[in-house]
């Protein structure tokens, strides 16, 4: 097993999936270590991926919908079930429910893109950040998930255009924010199709597409659309692996190892090391702080 890399990402939600799909792409040697497993998805099967785990939906809900819980007074989280869907931590003045497997957080999120409606939101934040610079990365993004406004061509169910009780409701004045759902071609009729890394998903059928995650994978997540086409570029990807400790190596090593990483592994539980020249830590808003 590989005992050392270039670079490690902490983390494979949001941060740590464009991180290191990046990377790869420029040819870098990354590994990528994610506390989750792969989740049992149209998409993951279809390009052969095994040993997946349900998502919480229906009877699984029961089974693998918590991971973790855990209190600012504690320092471990009791765990459950490590290939439970979400954590809940109480803290000092917030409460946090977060995701937990390949693509982190895309599985939970509303697949909805909105920029800051404040046209000054990232003025005065730091020399090299601008509005102008953050709008190529939003574009970037809204590409790399096939994210779109909604239309009335699209006939979605129960929309605002169809339910306006007269015109009682308007979303008149507000943002039509894109969404990253592979919608229908045809409404009404759902098609299966497969994009150029031989992933398959289906178009939306309006069900199933939550935050307890999208089995059919209409909901673009970050494991099949980034992930998976990083790995086609080298990538490498441990699942199941809880990074538990960091530490800076007291001297740099002949072959530029300056970090040693240490974690569990909840396949064969067993606690293993790599050592890394560079460290991404991406692992969420609260695990990362932690």
């Given at each position: 097993?590989?005992?050392q ?16 799909k ?8 990354v ?93 005065n ?44 409701l ?41 935050i ?77 702080v932690?």
């Amino acid at each position: 097993m590989k005992t050392q890399a270039e670079i490690v990402v902490i983390g494979s939600g949001f941060g740590g999936a464009i991180a290191a799909k990046r990377l790869a792409d420029a040819g870098r040697d990354v590994l990528m270590l994610e506390r989750g497993p792969w989740r049992d998805t149209v998409p993951n099967r279809s390009v052969g991926l095994d040993n997946l785990a349900p998502l919480p939906q229906g009877k699984k809900a029961f089974t693998y919908g918590l991971r973790s819980l855990g209190m600012h007074r504690f320092r471990k989280c009791l765990m459950l079930n490590p290939k439970g869907f979400i954590e809940a931590f109480r803290g000092k003045g917030i409460n946090i429910i977060c995701s937990s497997g390949v693509g982190g957080g895309s599985h939970a999120y509303a697949a909805m893109l909105a920029k800051p409606s404040d046209p000054e939101y990232w003025a005065n934040r730091h020399p090299l950040i601008s509005k102008s610079a953050m709008d190529n990365y939003y574009a970037e993004i809204i590409t790399l998930l096939q994210a779109r406004p909604v239309t009335d061509e699209d006939q979605v169910p129960n929309s605002v255009s169809q339910t306006s009780y007269d015109g009682v409701l308007s979303t008149q004045g507000l943002p039509n924010p894109f969404i990253g759902i592979l919608l229908p071609a045809h409404p009404g009729t759902a098609q299966k199709v497969t994009d150029g890394y031989g992933v398959t998903r289906w178009e939306c059928e309006y069900k199933n597409n939550s935050i307890l995650g999208s089995p059919s994978g209409a909901k673009t997540t970050l494991d099949f659309s980034v992930i998976w086409p990083a790995i086609r570029n080298g990538l490498v990807v441990r699942d199941m692996c809880e990074v538990t400790t960091l530490t800076k190596l007291p001297h740099d090593e002949a072959d530029g190892m300056r970090y040693e990483i240490r974690y569990r592994d909840h396949h064969n539980h067993t606690t293993t090391s790599v050592r890394a020249r560079h460290v991404i830590l991406a692992a969420g808003c609260l695990n990362t702080v932690r």
